[in-house]
């Protein structure tokens, strides 16, 4: 701080906090979207900031695709419970009961998390939604505002994005519509991992390398566990792996690695030549504009 | 953890090779990842180009990729041991003036890209413009293509000397000139060989060592008050503390201050994060600020000292840029204000002239503004707003304009002058 510098991340959660009290002194019913995912983790660390000594002034909503880690649902209730907030779930697994989404044949319950979630919204009331989307993610997150306006059908419109001049954020909303903030939009990967080392954030051991029983699957790793069943001719090993990001635990990757603490974790991404989805996510490879077709739909 | 946070904007179009710098500067800083550029190398093979098109690095969006076009603008990071830097990169075509508004309102350096065999042209005038209408402190000249000018010193010192003449009009603060060829990597990372005649910094270098820090506004104690921390539990029963961002100047405990617009006194008491109270805060700390004595203040309102005040205005004289395709600016018209934390309403008064962003002529005649146009407003608001001049501060000398029927963010608006606080 010599000089008067805020240092990048001083900088960056400044603006984040900046951003939380705006909404929350001008939105109706703003909810903060929670995955277990770091992300959502340092973005709710940094909401309990901005408010202190009082509460969150807002709730946390999950959207339960029924395919978690455990590790994160209890990382989830635990957190809720000290930070003495409302959760809200909006289950996946509920929906596809009641007929409103039907299972997609890969097993893979990304795209039908939108119309929950979409319903959670509109059941609610929100009108504002946190999101710990980052610019560096994606090439479509790169051109998406920090305030994103979302129509009454939860569609974003890249080519009708609202102008953002300044820290003057429009939060206008007629009824219906919603609008989805990324307090997080200018961090980056490493950037996240940098702050949680240096806040010494609690985060999932999922995280930390360990040796971990996984089968390999189209050059990717996935550890073993209630989600991953092993298929015809497929064996199992054990290695020391860890994981960069975490999504449904049918299709998240692990990465082999050595980083068993925060400060080897930092090391580590801050040598990474791959980018976390590419390195991690089944659910991204699928085509060169998925990310963007998805939010246009109302995705995270 | 010493390094700090810098803002860059950067306009121009495909042509004058920014797509090519920006990438250039990601991949030579290391910045780019394997999957990122083999993707990109997988794109240009299959369309059939000789080179990695690191314009597709940057051109995101499904229309963008069919229409061979740049949408909007686009933010990519990139790090240096020294510093963080974030680029608000813009297009050169469509919705220019928009676009190039809204990346340069938050920077701290503008990059502007002048063609070695086209030298200065009206984009680039346009460019240099906007970024010294929206304050950017830096500009930085990269005169680009020096390969294929023979890496000539004199071509170099041509456009240096009608660029530089072009820019003392428009009154920049700080404009230095690089020689570069994006394509081949000269001066961009590393020092070039072929351009031995240039004894500066390449432009990666020149960016670490730019001195933003003394850019802010240390003096003018102004902090808009943006959400009022009570909490309501018995642990801290009493707690009041006035939570926002400083705008400018140095905030201490024990200082006086005023509140707007009330006019009452009071002392800071202590200013709190959640790490604990701090001794001081400067912009752009996010604080809580608690007060010795229990006067009225909220959102909206603002905290300066007794003896140092913005103006207090009903009547804005303002340059506004208008952003909305579907309805033009005209007098008499109303719209929603933003104006730090505060909104209100405005009318139009009177438009006194509009602006060529290409020549800077000032059109006298003209009674209204439309899509990217900009022209000196006046504004009459129904509450008071606590303003400095936009050259003086950016935060409190800034406003934004929204259509109340459709919601949509249709104006930036820069104080242009006002009375002595």
Redesign the interface.
């Known amino acids: 701080m010599s ?13 984040s ?2 951003i939380f ?2 909404v ?2 001008e939105m109706q019913r703003p909810c903060l979207l929670f995955s277990g995912g770091k992300d959502s983790i340092v973005m709710l660390h940094i909401a ?8 969150i002034p807002f709730p946390v909503m999950h959207v339960d695709t029924g395919l978690n880690f455990p590790e994160v649902l209890a990382y989830r209730d635990r957190w809720i419970a000290r930070l003495g907030l409302r959760l809200v779930v909006a289950s996946v697994q509920d929906a596809i009961d009641r007929g409103l989404v039907s299972e997609e044949p890969n097993g893979s319950r990304n795209r039908v998390q939108t119309p929950v979630l979409l319903e959670a919204v509109e059941r609610n009331g929100f009108d504002a939604l946190f999101g710990g989307g980052r ?2 993610e ?3 997150r ?2 998406e505002r920090v305030f994103s306006f979302r129509d009454e059908f939860g569609q974003w419109d ?2 009708n ?8 954020y ?1 939060t ?3 009824p219906g519509e919603h609008i989805r903030v990324f307090p997080l ?2 961090w ?1 990967e ?2 996240v991992w ?1 702050y949680i080392a ?1 806040e010494k954030v609690e985060i999932p051991a999922l995280y930390l390398a360990a040796e971990r029983e996984v089968v390999e699957r189209e050059g990717m790793l996935y550890a073993t566990n209630e989600f991953i069943r092993l298929r015809p001719g497929e064996t199992t090993q054990v290695r020391k792996v860890r994981y960069r990001t975490i999504g449904d635990a049918n299709l998240t990757a692990a990465v082999e690695s050595e980083a068993d603490t925060l400060d080897k974790i930092v090391a580590e991404i801050a040598a ?4 976390e989805r ?2 991690t996510r089944g659910d991204d490879m699928v085509s ?2 998925s990310m ?2 998805r939010k246009r739909e109302g995705y995270f | 953890m010493a390094s700090d946070l810098v803002r860059v904007a950067t306009a121009g179009s495909v042509d004058d090779g920014k797509s090519t710098l920006i990438g250039r500067l990601l991949h030579d800083s290391k910045s780019l990842f394997t999957d990122q550029l083999e993707a990109v190398e997988r794109v240009s093979r299959h369309r059939g180009h000789d080179y990695t098109d690191l314009a597709l690095l940057t051109d995101g969006l499904r229309a963008e990729r069919e229409q061979g076009i740049t949408i909007d603008v686009a933010y990519r990071f990139f790090a240096t041991p020294r510093r963080k830097f974030i680029i608000a990169d813009t297009p050169g075509h469509v919705q220019y003036t928009r676009n190039m508004v809204t990346g340069a309102s938050t920077a701290d350096i503008a990059l502007v890209l002048l063609d070695a065999r086209r030298g200065i042209t009206e984009q680039s005038r346009r460019h240099a413009f906007l970024a010294t209408l929206l304050g950017v402190p830096h500009i930085v000249a990269c005169v680009n293509k020096m390969d294929l000018v023979d890496y000539a010193e004199d071509v170099f010192e041509a456009i240096r000397d009608e660029f530089g003449e072009f820019a003392t009009r428009l009154r920049v603060r700080d404009l230095s000139f690089i020689p570069v060829s994006a394509l081949h990597g000269d001066n961009v990372v590393t020092r070039s060989r072929k351009m031995p005649w240039y004894d500066g910094a390449p432009l990666l270098g020149h960016l670490e060592r730019l001195h933003v820090a003394s850019d802010r506004n240390l003096v003018d104690v102004r902090f808009p008050v943006q959400y009022v921390i009570r909490p309501q539990s018995y642990e801290v029963l009493d707690y009041r503390g006035y939570a926002g961002t400083v705008a400018s100047g140095i905030l201490k405990p024990g200082d006086p201050v005023r509140a707007l617009p009330s006019g009452l006194e009071s002392t800071i008491a202590s200013i709190d994060t959640a790490n604990g109270p701090v001794d001081e805060a400067f912009p752009p700390m996010a604080v809580a600020i608690t007060l010795v004595d229990d006067i009225d203040v909220s959102r909206g309102d603002m905290l300066c000292r007794p003896h140092n005040m913005p103006s207090v205005v009903q009547d804005l004289d303002a340059l506004v840029c208008w952003m909305d395709e579907s309805a033009s600016l005209d007098k008499g018209r109303r719209y929603a204000l933003k104006h730090t934390t505060r909104w209100a309403r405005a009318v139009v008064k009177d438009v006194s002239y509009r602006i060529d962003v290409n020549t800077l002529h000032r059109d006298q005649g003209a009674i209204g503004l439309s899509l990217n146009e900009i022209g000196r407003v006046q504004l009459r608001v129904t509450q008071p707003l606590f303003v400095d001049p936009y050259q003086q501060n950016r935060e409190t000398g800034s406003f934004i304009l929204v259509d109340e029927g459709t919601n949509k963010t249709v104006a930036a608006g820069i104080i242009a002058w006002a009375p002595a606080g």
């Open positions: 000089a008067r510098v805020l240092s990048q991340l001083a900088a960056l959660e400044a603006e906090i900046y009290r705006e929350a002194a309990s900031k901005a408010f202190a000594p009082a509460r610019r560096d994606e090439k479509a790169a051109k890249p080519k994005q609202r102008p953002e001049i300044w820290g003057l429009n206008r909303v007629f939009s200018n980056t490493l950037d940098t240096h990474a030549r791959i980018t590419g390195a060169e504009t963007e077709d």
